[in-house]
């Protein structure tokens, strides 16, 4: 007989005073060298609060390897940079097995993905096969050398980024690998004020290696958010909503315009609900809320939805992109 633990969705308000504590502290300490780009800070911490996967879409120069280094740095979390190249190969991932003459037998020497925020750089130009060995890692939070099953640390984050501009030379991630990013962030250019930031800080040796602020927070300490995560009251008419949403993508041309839904080729799959769930949950309590509200949900579709939203090429003959079907899909659900 198989025994479940529930998850008491009721977090006492000492709990999220301390949480919220926990959340400005490492806020604060990630904008010391991240200028501006408040969305990404927020997507990250989701990310980290709720042991999800994050994918970047943006141009290079946008401070992406520096959040995740310095996010890293404020939790004191063992912290991996893979360069994915077209040469790249599994074993340059996850591990391989090297033959050790002095013993006489094969040691298992552990890959870069064995780290708590692994920065997967341009994930698509590494080959579908690369790519693949990432599933695992991901999904089942573990890497199999040799026949060997090796844990992964926790808390164990993924951030993989794609350059939207130069296509030559890269795969397109399958759909399977994309549904398994909890989120999909596309980040844009500073404003000038905030550029002009940058440049004062670079001149200030903000960003040398000797001026990496010391970590105000620990991994035990992180493993205690993500439980309070958990405990966020999401109320059941929301989780109605959420199902609603997703459900509309794989059956839009009967709520929104018809035109609009011919442009959709498959829905997302209930991955998409599940990421709505444990990421609103986790906006909740940024926010410094025991509870989930409409309004959480709806910041998300984009994120959650974006890459899990299949498109035909009518839409990029159209040039619509597919915020613009999201849209259309939350407009169509009644908020409770």
């Known amino acids: 007989m198989l025994s479940t633990t529930a998850v008491s969705h009721h977090i006492d308000p000492l ?8 959340v400005n502290s490492i806020s604060s300490s990630f904008e010391t060298k991240v200028v501006g780009q408040a969305r990404l800070r927020e997507t990250l911490l989701i990310s980290l609060m709720t042991g999800g996967h994050v994918l970047l879409e943006s141009v290079p120069g946008l401070a992406k390897t520096t959040a995740a280094q310095t996010l890293a740095d404020s939790i004191s979390a063992l912290f991996h940079r893979i360069q994915c190249t077209p040469d790249l190969l599994p074993s340059d991932i996850v591990g391989t097995q ?67 501009i130069e296509q030559e030379g890269t795969y397109q991630l399958p759909e399977a690998q994309m549904d398994r990013f909890m989120l999909k962030d596309v980040l844009d250019y500073p404003s000038p004020v905030e550029e002009a930031e940058i ?3 670079i001149d200030a040796g903000v960003f040398l290696a000797e001026a990496t602020p010391s970590a105000v927070a620990s991994l035990d300490q992180v493993r205690t958010l993500q439980a309070a ?19 509309v993508t794989r059956h839009a041309g009967a709520y929104i315009d018809p035109a609009m839904a011919g442009l ?3 829905g997302a799959s209930p991955r998409a609900s599940i990421a709505f769930t444990q990421a609103a949950r986790a ?29 035909g090429f009518e839409a990029v003959a159209q ?18």
């Open 15 to 22: 709990e999220l005073a301390q949480a919220q504590q926990l």
């Open 98 to 164: 090297i033959y050790d003459a002095a013993q006489g037998s094969f040691v298992t020497q552990l890959g870069p993905v064995h780290a708590n925020i692994v920065l997967l750089d341009e994930i698509n130009r590494s080959s579908a096969k690369t790519q693949s060995a990432m599933l695992e890692a991901m999904q089942e939070r573990q890497t199999t050398i040799g026949g060997q099953v090796h844990p992964l640390p926790s808390p164990f984050m993924v951030m993989a980024t794609q350059n939207p």
């Open 199 to 201: 440049i004062r800080r």
């Open 229 to 247: 995560v958990k405990k966020v009251y999401l109320d059941p008419s929301l989780v109605n909503y959420i199902v609603g949403l997703v459900y």
């Open 264 to 266: 959709i080729e498959f």
């Open 283 to 311: 906006l909740a309590l940024l926010h410094g809320r025991d509870h989930v509200i409409p309004e959480d949900v709806k910041s998300l579709a984009d994120r959650v939805l974006r890459h899990r939203l299949i498109l």
């Open 319 to 336: 040039n619509i992109r597919v915020e613009k079907v999201i849209a259309a899909i939350v407009d169509s659900v009644q908020t409770p």
